[in-house]
């Protein structure tokens, strides 16, 4: 069975730091095309970080640039979201994707995986 599995959320302090990871099962993710996406309760979804499979594309929300960095890590089939100077803004369920074709920040669905979603809070 092919799924997506986030751990690595928590809560942290505003100005902290937190690592997502997702973990592919089932198929491999260096043929996708990765991205983090989050959503507040009572908000649309929304595009964090999107990274193409060749690794040569990288694109960010201009809400995290400078501060989230997208990464993967072939040998271990897993994607990280790095994740540094954390603000209230940021709380959200943050969720993994991973698609044979792309990941667009403005495109919220239709993707061929999502994980199950981790929670960040931001608060002190």
């Known amino acids: 069975q092919k799924h997506l599995v986030e751990s690595g959320g928590g809560l942290v302090q505003p100005g902290g730091s937190l690592r997502l990871s997702c973990a592919a099962s089932?198929?491999?993710?260096?043929?996708?095309?990765i991205g983090w996406f989050r959503q507040v309760p009572g908000k649309e979804r929304e595009g964090v970080s999107c990274?193409?499979?060749?690794?040569?594309?990288?694109n960010y929300a201009d809400s995290v640039k400078g501060r989230f960095t997208i990464s993967r890590d072939n040998a271990n089939n897993t994607v990280y979201l790095q994740m540094n100077n954390l603000t209230p803004g940021d709380t959200a369920v943050y969720y993994c994707?991973?698609?044979?074709?792309?990941?667009?920040?403005?495109?919220?669905?239709?993707?061929?995986?999502w994980g199950q979603g981790t929670q960040v809070t931001v608060s002190s």
């Open positions: 990274l193409s499979s060749t690794g040569t594309s990288r």
């Open positions: 994707m991973a698609d044979s074709y792309e990941c667009f920040l403005r495109v919220t669905q239709g993707y061929d995986y």
């Open positions: 089932g198929f491999t993710l260096d043929d996708y095309a």
